[in-house]
Every structure is written in C-alpha cells, then in structure tokens.
C-alpha cells in the first residue's frame, strides 16, 4: 500500500485510511492508493466489506489545488484519474462505506458518493465548493449528488458552492446515518449489517431525478445575481440538468466538457491565483521566522462611530474583552444601538443565536473614560480623520497605555509616522486600516512606520486571522495601497466625466465589468464630504466633487450627491447635477465603455505598480488581495495587477 493510503482489517471489514496530512487533499498517490485498496479487497476472504476513512482532523478535504493549475499549464494530463477511482468504488463487489468527519469537500464528496454509503459524525460538513476556484465539479459531483439528495439540493450546493452540515445531509439523503461515538467502530458497525445487502450504486438511482425546469430557472436568474459575470455557477447548473436529461454516462461526458471549459477559462486562473493569494499575503519574508507574537487578551477601541463600533465588534466576536470610549453619552448610545442593532440582524438571520449575541454584548465595556485601559494589550483609535485630532489622541493613549500595548490607528489617509511622533513609543505604533463596515469586511491593510517594530507587526498579522480577517502589509504613504490607487481611480473617473461621459454611464461600465459599485455610487455611498475634507486638508486643485459638497451634496447621507437618493438608497441621475457638470465639463465628446474601462482600471494598475517600485506594496498579489476584499474588484479578474498582467500578455 503506498504511504498516502492505508489498509488494515477489522472484523471481516477491509479499512482504507487516507493519511495525507494536513487535509487528506486528493493529491498524486491518494486515488491511486484508494484504487488499488478497493482491487485488492475485491479477492480478499477476509474482507466482507469496506469503509474508506481519513486519518487526522477530517475527511478528505478537496482536490489538491496546485494540480489544477498543472493541467492547465500542460504539465500534467487533464484526466485527473479520479473519475475512475470512484466508478471503481461503485463497482466493488463488497459494500464500500465512506466515515465522514471534518469536511468531505470537492473531489472528497464526490468520492464519498461513489461509495454504497456515507456516515458521518455530527460535527461534518460536505460540499461541492468548486464554484469558488471557478470550476465545476469535475468527477461525477453534478451527476451523483443529484441523485443521491434531489435536484434543488444539488444545485444549490453546486452552484453556490455552501458546505452543508452533517444533519442537512442526512436529511437530503447524502449521509445515511449520523454516528454518535467514535466514528471507525460506527462505520464497521455500520458495514456489517450492509454486508448482507447488494450494493446499490448510486450512479443507478434515478428516483430522485423528476422534472425540475423551474428549479433550473430559478438558480440560473439566482446566479445572474448573486454570482454576477461568473461562468462557473451557471456551468454547474447545466451539468446538473445534464443529470436529469441524459443517462448517466452521457452526463458525465457533459459534466467533463464543462469542467474543462471552466478549467481553462481566465476566470478560473484568476480565482485560483485570488484564492492562493488570500494565503500568500500571509507570509512576511523578511520577518525572522522566530519573531514573538504577543497574546492580545483585551482590548480597547476609541470612537464609536462608524468605524470605531464595528472594529469593537470584531474583538468581541473573536471572544476578546473590548472598551469602547467616546466622548459622549449620546456618541455612545448611538454606537452601542448600531452594534445592538447588527448583532440582532444576525440572530434573525439565523447566523447565532441569542446566547451568542448575549455573550458578545457582555464582552463590551462601553465608557466615557480611559479607565482599564492601562490593561488593554491594544488600543485602536478610530475617531475623525484629521491629524490635530489623531496626535491629540495619541498623546492621550501614551499616558494611559502599558508600554508594550500596540498603539493602532485606522488612520485612511494619514502618515503614521507623523502619529507615531506625539508618543514616546513610535515603535508600538502601526496601522490598522479596516473596510466599512468594519465588522464584515474582511480585509485590513496593516500600515507599518518607520519604527514599528518586528513584534508588533507578527501580532498584527496574528491578530488579524484571529479576527478572522485578512490582513495585508502594507507601508507608509498617503492613502497606503488602496486609497492611493483609489484616489487616482476616482481622478480618471471624474477626467471621463469633464471629457462628456456622464456619471451613470461611468458607474454602469465598471459595473458591468464586474465592480460591486461605479465610482460615483461608491463615493455617495462613502460620503463625498470625506474625500472634500482631505482634499482641502492636503490642497488639492478643486474638482467636481468638491463643488457638489459646496452644494451641501454630501451623498447618500444627505439624500443627494452624484445622483438623488429619494428612497434613501437608490441613486438617480439627477438634472441638477447635470447641469452643473455642463457647466464646469472641459470638453463634450463621446466616450465608450471600452475607454472608461481601459482608463480607470488602467489608472489602477498603474498606481499599483508605482507602489510597487516604492516597495509600499510587497507583491503585486498584495494589491490583487487588497482590491479584491476591500474595494469589490471583481475576484474572478484576479485583481488589479493580475488582470494587467493578463491583459498585456493576451
Ligand atoms: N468610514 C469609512 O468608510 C472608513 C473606512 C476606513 C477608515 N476610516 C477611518 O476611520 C476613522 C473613523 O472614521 P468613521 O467613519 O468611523 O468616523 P465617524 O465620524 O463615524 O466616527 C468617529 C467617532 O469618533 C468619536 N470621537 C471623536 N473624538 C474622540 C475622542 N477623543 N475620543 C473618543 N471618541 C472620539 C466621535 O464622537 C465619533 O463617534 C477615520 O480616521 C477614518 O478615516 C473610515
């Protein structure tokens, strides 16, 4: 047996145990190993009957990614082999049973259903999460799943990618029975009262294949929405209705097509380059491997606004003790009613429960004062952007902190450096640069000074995947990474609009380029007063924004900014507006949505690069990470700097 694959036998059962540490991921050797397993059982009188099953922490988790990429490259075959190992497991003579813990993910699920069952311990999950990767499943996922659990699960669990937990699964008939105890004596158990029963395979059931037109439907208008531009969600439906139009064969030529289509689509690369990046941003290499990471047991944050509550909320989801200070009892209040208020949405939604949200709520300290925050291992300072205001603050947070407390700020714009001189300790001081709202996105650009240290940056770095975020490094410069590139994104914006494209036509070709919003609904959306505030602040040439908020046009907040929002939420063009562009426009000419997409996007990559040369930005997957998460650049574009990449190369 090879090192990957294990087999022993117990009970008359043959046992197959995957041992690929970390994840048992599907890498070269595992099908091989499984197959030969299974041949081998098939002529051995000691085995009855078989239960596959993953050593260590769970199931097997996926498909060894990076093979993917090797196929595409054509360093490796495209057929994977795996399509074969499970028919060869449907095909065994002896009931094969598959014992799930963990996740049986991918390539793992559909393994599990080529067996004759699956049990599985409470705590697991199983899903078909290719669609995040931009592919399909490619082994039989979009034929045997629908079978096994019906076509509406199938498809929403192909389409939208969503792991379900165990109890869903014994529901929709995927997992025939929920084990309590140990897991290996359950599926033995289990295969000993199948070994009598002929093993029905699961390629064969058909029972569960009805008519289903409206759910296809109904997942493909989902899909338009959900997964707006994205080839692979509606790749997945058409293979599961393939499940329900064509034999079982046939379908699996279908489901292959499509696979390959998605597999060598630019979608599915660039989705493959996001998600390795979201791991890659992780790694600091200039940081000595034994840098200390500090344990951050509690917290305090400054400012309860918009900003200031969500980043609290993070420290208390994350189950650490957080004050929040303000300066008023009505700033306060209104801050504490905001994180009420969102952590109720969530109990609604079914998201936790109500203990949960109780235990978060009594992990808040809101105050007035700077009591206890001499025992805070950090303090995040999130009031008004404006330098005075920040050094004040931060002069404040020098007498009051510990020495080895991290000092951050979630400065947007500012230079840390200048911060960090009002205290006595510029070392223990960096960014942390959260995305609203705060408490869901997931991005956090972490701005080193000049003198932050070596610890203080590990820590954050920790901190940040212990609140479950991404966090980036980044250096210091205005606008960091991402308001930098912003900045002049937003200038060619406004440059389009003075040549005589209008604001809407600007916003709709980004939009349909696949940003989660135009530029001017973005800037509504974020206040244009902000953006009015640092221009003055840094004396920049005045723009149209500028004379909008002169207008007391401050965006959505003011019912009025690009557009009208008469509903409070949904911009219209409004003839005020246009009048007022007529007005200060330079030129009036017709522009396409070629040549906006080519220049704000182009004004991205090329202020990207620069922060590159400048080593503000480490990589050129930093920025990718940062557009991606923080600022809705299209995931399956890969980011700025990928989509650059491939747009000069193609
Ligand atoms: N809003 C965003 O989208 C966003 C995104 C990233 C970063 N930021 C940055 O986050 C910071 C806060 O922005 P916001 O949008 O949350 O502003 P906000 O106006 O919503 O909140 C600021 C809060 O700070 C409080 N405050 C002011 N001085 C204080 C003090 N001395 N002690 C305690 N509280 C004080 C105010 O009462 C107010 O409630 C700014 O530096 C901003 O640039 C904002």
New binding site residues.
């Given amino acids: 047996m090879s090192e990957l694959v294990k087999f022993s036998r117990q009970d008359g059962v043959g046992v197959i145990t995957v041992d690929n540490p970390p994840v048992n991921a599907l890498s070269p050797g595992v099908p091989e190993g499984i197959l030969a397993a299974v041949q081998n059982a098939q002529s051995d009188g000691a085995v009855d009957a078989l239960v596959l099953i993953g050593a260590g922490r769970t199931f097997i988790a996926g498909a060894d990614i990076k093979e993917f990429g090797k196929i595409t490259s054509g360093e490796r075959s495209a057929a994977l082999g795996l399509a074969e190992v499970i028919l060869a497991i449907e095909d065994s003579a002896k009931p094969v049973v598959c014992a799930i813990h963990g996740t049986a993910l991918g390539g793992g699920l559909e393994v599990a259903m080529g067996a004759h069952y699956r049990v599985a311990v409470a705590s697991a999950q199983v899903g078909q999460p290719e669609v995040k990767l931009g592919i399909i499943p490619g082994a039989g996922g979009t034929q045997r799943l629908p079978r096994l659990a019906g076509v509406a699960r199938a498809v929403e669990m192909c389409a939208f990618g969503e792991p379900i937990k165990a109890s869903a699964a014994l529901e929709s008939g995927i997992v025939d029975r929920i084990v309590e105890g140990d897991l290996l004596t359950g599926a033995i158990a289990f295969a000993r009262e199948v070994i009598q029963r002929k093993p029905h395979k699961p390629r064969d059931r058909n029972e569960k294949l009805g008519d289903a037109a409206n759910i296809f439907a109904a997942a493909r208008e989902q899909a338009r929405k959900t997964k707006r531009g994205m080839m692979a969600p509606q790749a997945a439906i058409d293979a599961v209705e393939a499940a329900t139009t064509l034999p079982f064969e046939a379908g699996i030529k279908r489901e292959a097509e499509l696979f390959r289509e998605c597999l060598f689509s630019d979608q599915s690369k660039a989705m493959i380059h996001a998600f390795f990046g979201e791991r890659e941003v992780a790694k600091i290499p200039w940081l000595p491997k034994d840098t200390p990471v500090k344990e951050i047991r509690k917290a305090a944050v400054?400012?309860?606004?918009?900003?200031?509550?969500?980043i609290a909320m993070n420290y208390a989801n994350a189950g650490i003790p957080v004050i929040l200070?303000?300066?008023?009892q009505e700033?306060?209040d209104?801050?504490i009613a905001t994180i009420t208020k969102n952590y109720a949405n969530s109990v609604k939604k079914g998201r936790f429960t109500q203990s949960v949200m109780d235990q978060r709520m009594g992990l808040l300290r809101p105050q007035?004062t700077y009591d206890g925050f001499e025992e805070a291992d950090i303090i995040a300072?999130?009031?008004?952007?404006?330098m005075a205001?920040?050094k004040?603050?931060f002069g404040?947070i020098d007498r009051v902190a510990k020495p080895d407390a991290i000092l951050a700020?979630?400065?947007?714009?500012?230079n840390i450096d200048e911060i960090a001189s009002t205290t006595s300790r510029p070392q223990m001081v960096i960014g942390h640069?959260?995305?609203?709202?705060?408490n869901v996105m997931r991005l956090i650009e972490i701005v080193r000074g000049k003198e932050t240290s070596a610890e203080v940056i590990a820590t954050s770095m920790a901190l940040a995947k212990k609140l479950n975020k991404i966090g980036v490094l980044v250096g210091n410069c205005r606008g960091f990474v991402g308001?930098r590139m912003l900045h002049v994104y937003l200038r060619e914006s406004e440059s389009l609009v003075e040549e005589g494209a209008s604001p809407a036509a600007v916003d709709r070709a980004l939009y349909d380029f696949g940003m989660a919003m135009g530029p001017f609904a973005m800037s509504d959306l974020?206040?244009l007063d902000?953006g009015w505030r640092?221009r003055k602040e840094h004396k920049y040439p005045p723009t149209i924004a500028d004379a909008l908020c002169e207008m007391g046009r401050y965006g959505q907040k003011t019912g009025a900014g690009w557009y009208r929002y008469q509903d409070g939420r949904t911009p219209t063009p409004d003839p005020e507006v246009d009048a007022l562009i007529e007005k200060l426009r330079k030129q009036r000419r017709i522009i396409t949505d070629e040549e906006i997409v080519e220049r704000t996007i182009g004004a991205l990559i090329q202020e990207g690069a620069k922060t590159l040369d400048e080593g503000i930005a480490m990589r050129a997957v930093d920025i990718d990470i940062i557009y991606i998460h923080g600022y809705g650049f299209p995931v399956y574009r890969g980011g700025p700097m990928w989509y650059g990449k491939a747009t000069i190369q193609s």
């Fill in positions: 400054i400012g309860a606004g918009t900003m200031g509550g969500g200070k303000e300066t008023t700033a306060l209104r801050g007035l300072e999130a009031v008004f952007e404006g205001l920040k004040e603050v404040e700020t979630n400065t947007s714009t500012l640069h959260y995305f609203s709202p705060a308001n974020a206040g902000v640092i």
